[in-house]
């Protein structure tokens, strides 16, 4: 892959640069050459939907992905019910982002519950419910497995295998994964899992890679207070982030490689220079 065809796959996640509006995030890609931006539902309700589609758009630029769905352990039958509301919503919004992937965090414990594969399996009813939904939009659910140290309370889906068994069950243009260098580096069995996500390896015999996106954020030490805001610019930390790259692109991914960082030390900073910042980190750490 050359550089300049990298830099078109490029895709800046607005977390990365939480401190820009969106029109600073769609301006200030466009200036730098970057064509994608994976958004977050948040901001984008606040600004508008269909402004933020018609901003986007208007700049030159494509949704990679928007973030996030999910959240579909409870076990009450109404937060049920309102959850799978929700993602219909958030089906709703990126369908009318121009968007193809809507990203799934699935979700912690119910308070009180130490039932690891009760809630996983709630997750894939879920999936159920919401696949036929998805299709009628045009949008891939997509399953991003988190660290294991989101398992209590935010994402029981741990690894690539635990996500990929889930959308397995599932034809692979309705429901994808998520591959986030971040979550998943320090698995010694992420290689084959990648190589697995590039088979399909669906029951309804839909071919294609299973990888619905490609997130990229370094693992730095020591983590912070509250590691959720602890994600490491490219380049500073333990990942090798080439390696990532390498084989997503063997399992036959070929879509946006986005980047995504939770940072307060860069939202402190001046947006443009981040950029110019992951722009070369990603053209020296993962392209080269």
Not at 250 to 260: K, L, S
Not at 269 to 281: F, I, K, M, P
Request: some cysteine; hydrophobic content about 45%.
């Amino acid at each position: 892959m050359t550089g300049s065809a990298a830099l078109d796959r490029l895709s800046l996640n607005q977390e990365t640069v939480r401190q820009w509006s969106l029109p600073d995030l769609a301006n200030g890609c466009a200036r730098a050459g970057v064509r994608g931006v994976g958004l977050w539902r948040a901001p984008v309700r606040e600004y508008g939907v269909a402004a933020a589609a018609r901003l986007v758009r208007d700049a030159g630029l494509r949704v990679t992905s928007l973030c996030r769905g999910g959240f579909f352990t409870a076990v009450d039958p109404g937060e049920r019910a309102a959850a799978l509301d929700d993602n219909r919503a958030a089906l709703d919004e990126a369908a009318a982002l121009g968007t193809g992937t809507l990203v799934l965090v699935s979700g912690g414990l119910p308070a009180g519950s130490r039932d690891l594969p009760g809630a996983r399996e709630r997750v894939a009813d879920a999936l159920a419910e919401l696949a036929p939904y998805a299709v009628e939009r045009g949008v891939r659910l997509a399953i991003e497995p988190l660290h294991p140290m989101y398992a209590a309370d935010r994402c029981v889906v741990s690894t690539l295998a635990q996500a990929l068994d889930l959308a397995e069950r599932f034809p692979a243009d309705q429901v994808g994964v998520v591959v986030d260098t971040y979550h998943l580096w320090w698995d010694d069995t992420v290689g084959r899992q990648i190589e697995r996500a590039g088979g399909g390896g669906d029951a309804g015999g839909t071919a294609g890679t299973r990888i619905a996106a490609f997130q990229l954020a370094d693992w730095i030490t020591p983590l912070p207070e509250g590691a959720l805001l602890g994600r490491g610019q490219l380049g500073d930390g333990a990942v090798d982030l080439r390696w990532f790259r390498e084989r997503v692109e063997a399992a036959g991914y070929r879509g946006p490689i986005e980047v995504e960082i939770f940072n307060p030390a860069l939202w402190a900073r001046d947006g443009a220079e981040v950029l110019a910042e992951v722009v070369d980190r990603f053209r020296t750490h993962v392209v080269w």
